[in-house]
């Protein structure tokens, strides 16, 4: 992914004139360029190791040494038949060694746990998963032993294909840990990489996935807690499935790093999505130069099995529905810290409820939607820098508490309740319908935000609410749009706003209990802009990065009823009245 280029703008506020209660108390100062998140990158995977064993890691009840002359079993609970070994009793079991083409099965009735400490193994199987659970009263643990290296591979054709057969290189029918301190390679040509019918965690170890259709899922959950894993998907990278079970779906990722390339979804969750303390690199559906604005296949996604094709709406709530969005969610989604970065054809983060961002930092380049939210999208915290969107930031309602926001938007950079409004730059395949439009809501009560968008700057097609907090747009040189546009009001009582852009859909504050200076002028990009208050102090100075018409300004420090001074490239253009 490539870094932000920073907005060239230098704006600095002094205190102007004005009783102690309009400017001493309330002083802002409006920031132009906001914290830029951290870009993720991807490490290099080496993609032509060795399995390796750690002599050292020789424990548990019983150990197995694979090997396609003989398979040796050391302990009671595993049997072996041809290529096959199956164990039957709870325990710990230590395997190392090779098979060209065999399994490893688990069936046991036994109410304790079974744990596979995988120490050098390199299985493959042609027609099967090379690791198979098929049954364990207790969950299923595979440790990867320290300092191990460990291969595991399927064929692209298996022999059972019933409805219920299995689908992955490791598969398991009941709930399975992931842990330990070495490294494991899974390559899913059939289709899945690792398959948990039930729970599945990922506690520890590094994982490299690589695999024609999902990745890695677990339908009932994905918990994830540490560990490094990087997945080379065909369809999603990282999901759930289970749609019957509302407490179920769900996915939590806690901590390690998780990097993902996929055709479709990078993760999905089925009900919510939880994030915090990750490290976190997505790119898929061929990332954000596979937009909507550029490519007619755009939305075409599946290129893994089963990939039904073409674009789904953005309000399907099946798990089966195609599309190729960073993060998505049917139920709430929320990250409260880490390190993301992301690079989608589709949506960056997205859910059919609501989202919360209380903390981390984000990078997007999206071809569609930066952040978006069939409900609500509410943001207290963090630093979120959306590079690349066709809308930044759309919902029905938003609400802006915190954070330092950056948006660059080909489209409309903040849209309550649009995305199919007639302002729109051109409609796309992903454009989104709101119930009820007319009661979209932008609310801002702290943070700073910085908007760059060639539709509308900020947008709600109800009112906007701003009681606090730091906005500068730079909106459209188009005049079919503004740099404001909301259908009902923008009541402003704090903070500070500057929004420049085109003049022909210009609207300024409706309500704005603090001064604000409304003016139509003509600049070039590169243009520097002076206010000066009347005792001659300047109180605002910028250079505009693209041509403009128009500017709207408030802050505390600018008083109703005085003049300013507009100075434009050195030249007095005359005194205007604040409002």
Not at 96 to 106: A, E, F, H, P, R
Request: include cysteine; hydrophobic fraction near 35%; aromatic fraction near 4%.
């Amino acid at each position: 992914m490539k870094k932000i280029i920073p907005i060239l703008l230098v704006l600095a506020m002094l205190i102007g004139c004005g009783s102690t209660n309009d400017i001493t108390s309330k002083a802002q100062t409006i920031t132009a360029e906001p914290t830029q998140a951290t870009v993720v990158e991807a490490p290099d995977i080496v993609l032509d190791a060795v399995a390796k064993s750690n002599s050292d890691e020789l424990k548990g009840d019983a150990s197995i040494l694979l090997s396609d002359e003989e398979i040796v079993i050391s302990g009671e609970g595993a049997t072996a038949q041809g290529s096959v070994v199956t164990i039957s009793a709870a325990g710990e079991y230590t395997i190392s060694g090779t098979l060209s083409n065999g399994q490893i099965i688990v069936d046991t009735d036994s109410s304790e746990k079974v744990k596979l400490v995988l120490n050098g193994v390199d299985i493959t199987c042609q027609d099967a998963p090379p690791i198979y659970i098929i049954n364990a009263q207790k969950k299923v643990v595979i440790e990867l032993a320290n300092d191990s290296i460990n291969m595991v591979e399927d064929g692209a054709v298996y022999s059972d294909v019933s409805e219920d057969a299995p689908s992955a290189a490791i598969f398991s029918k009941e709930d399975l840990d992931i842990d330990g301190s070495g490294t494991l390679y899974v390559t899913g040509n059939y289709s899945k990489g690792i398959y948990s019918k039930d729970d599945l965690s990922i506690e520890g170890g590094t994982i490299i996935v690589s695999s024609v259709d999902d990745g890695i899922r677990g339908k009932d959950s994905i918990e994830m807690s540490g560990g490094t894993v990087t997945i080379n998907a065909g369809a999603d990278g990282f999901r759930t499935s289970n749609e019957t079970d509302q407490e179920k779906g769900y996915i939590i990722i806690s901590g390690g790093e998780l990097y993902i390339t996929a055709g479709q979804d990078g993760i999905q969750a089925v009900t919510d999505c939880t994030i915090s303390n990750a490290t976190i690199s997505i790119s898929c559906g061929g990332g954000s130069e596979n937009s909507s604005q550029k490519s007619e296949d755009w939305g075409s996604w599946g290129g893994g099995k089963g990939g039904k094709g073409g674009y789904q709406s953005n309000t399907v709530s099946t798990s089966d529905a195609t599309s190729a969005k960073g993060i998505k969610a049917t139920g709430s989604l929320s990250i409260l810290s880490g390190k993301i970065s992301i690079d989608s054809s589709d949506d960056a983060i997205h859910s059919n409820d609501t989202i919360t961002i209380s903390g981390g930092e984000i990078f997007i380049l999206s071809g569609d939607d930066g952040v978006h939210a069939d409900a609500n999208v509410i943001i207290n915290a963090g630093v979120l820098t959306i590079d690349k969107s066709y809308e930044g930031i759309e919902a029905l309602s938003i609400d802006i508490l915190g954070g330092s926001i950056s948006v660059v938007a080909s489209d409309d950079g903040i849209n309550a309740a649009g995305g199919n409004d007639g302002s729109s730059m051109g409609g796309r395949p992903g454009q989104n319908n709101f119930a009820s439009s007319d009661s979209g809501l932008v609310t801002i009560s702290g943070g700073e935000i910085v908007l760059s968008a060639s539709g509308d700057g900020l947008d709600s097609n109800g009112n906007i609410v701003q009681t606090d907090g730091s906005v500068v747009v730079y909106g459209p040189t188009n005049s079919g749009n503004g740099p404001l546009d909301y259908n009902g009001s923008y009541t402003l009582t704090g903070g500070s706003l500057l929004a420049v852009g085109a003049s022909g859909m210009a609207q300024k504050v409706s309500n704005c209990s603090q001064g604000q200076l409304a003016v139509t002028l003509n600049a070039n990009a590169g243009s520097s802009i002076e206010i000066y208050n009347e005792s001659g102090e300047n109180i605002l100075s910028f250079t505009t990065p693209k041509s403009m018409q128009c500017l709207v300004c408030s802050t505390p420090s600018i008083v109703a009823g005085q003049s300013y001074t507009l100075v434009l490239d050195g030249q007095q253009l005359g005194e205007i009245t604040a409002q």
